[in-house]
């Protein structure tokens, strides 16, 4: 059974959101690695997680949340991972974009995004909550708030070299009352990489709200990739 498994977080946010799925496959025998992705191009997220890759000492199991998982799409190439697991996240093929995701789907009007002068996009601190972490307590979704890492908007534009999830067998955990991203799209996107899809009632961060749900299916993905 595959032991290694690497944590991959999304736009505005930081590895720290994935505590509660880390001791929890901790407790169960787990060797856990969070990426801290700088948000500042696919190209440089896709390296922050190849290096994290470089170092597991056997197959892994790659996780990615939200933005993330156009990360693990591009470097879930790596030798060393035997499965994917999408939490809430974009899931594009060869040639496509992270924004083409979008396409063809309703906009979801709580998760609004301010972007800066220089092309950085911070989540707005009014709708913050709404838009991502509505089933978080009020402090948990503060300190979200409150720590989030902006991303580099251009990111979304880039396309995506190798979609790993058409070699590697895949897993996806889909939040029910996400405001991120358009259900039918999260659907969409999982159904289309042939993943098996876990459904959970939860807001966009069920990376911490769900953390025992999550933890769960890379239980699964580790035991039978």
Known sequence: ???????VHGAFADGSGWRGVYENLTARGYRVTIVQNPLTSLADDVAATTRVLDRQD?????????????VITEAGAHANVAGLVYVSALAPDAGETTSQ???GFAPTPDFVI???EDGYG?????????GFAADATDADAAFLRDSQ????MSAFGTPVKNAAWRDKPSWAVIATDDKAFDQA????????????????????????????????????AAKNA
Do not use: C
């Open 185 to 220: 799209m999260l659907q969409h996107m999982a159904k289309r990489i042939g993943a098996r899809i876990t459904d959970v009632p939860a807001s966009h961060a069920l990376f911490l709200t769900q953390a025992g749900v999550v933890a769960d299916v890379i239980d699964q």
């Open 149 to 152: 890492v902006p991303v580099n």
């Open 1 to 7: 059974m595959i032991r290694n498994v690497v944590l």
């Open 101 to 103: 995701q979008y396409e």
């Open 114 to 116: 301010d972007v800066t």
């Open 122 to 130: 911070f989540l707005n601190p009014g709708t913050f909550q709404a």
């Open 58 to 70: 056997g197959p892994a199991i790659l996780v990615g949340h939200s933005w993330g998982g156009t």
